[in-house]
């Protein structure tokens, strides 16, 4: 059974920091692409930031600079690292699995909700 489990939400002020984590099991994690996606009420899901399996990243133009995705194959884990937080990072934020052979996420995690307010 493939869990991805998100954690690390919260509140936090503009400016603030927050730290994502999620724990992967039920895949092969250091074949797959992770990444995280954010949702915000009304908008569309879109990608915040990935890293391959060998440890290229890549990163949506709004969070370049201030977001830092990271993994850890041992521990089967993925880290975003969220720095100088908008208000407009308000929104849900989902862990993804990307195997071989697929071009979009083929597996997700519950998600996870993230408030940027003074």
């Known amino acids: 059974q493939v869990q991805l489990v998100e954690s690390g939400g919260g509140l936090v002020q503009p400016g603030g920091s927050l730290r994502l984590s999620c724990a992967a099991s039920?895949?092969?994690?250091?074949?797959?692409?992770m990444g995280w996606y954010r949702q915000a009420p009304g908008k569309r899901r879109e990608l915040v930031a990935d890293?391959?399996?060998?440890?290229?990243?890549n990163y949506a133009d709004a969070v370049k600079g201030r977001f830092t995705i990271s993994r850890d194959n041992a521990k089967r884990t993925v880290v975003l690292q969220m720095n100088n937080l908008k208000p407009e990072d308000t929104a849900v934020y989902y862990c993804?699995?990307?195997?071989?052979?697929?071009?979009?996420?083929?597996?997700w995690g519950q998600g996870t909700q993230v408030t940027v307010s003074s």
């Open positions: 890293i391959t399996s060998g440890h290229s990243t």
């Open positions: 993804s699995s990307r195997g071989l052979g697929y071009i979009t996420p083929n597996y």
């Open positions: 039920g895949i092969t994690f250091s074949m797959a692409t």
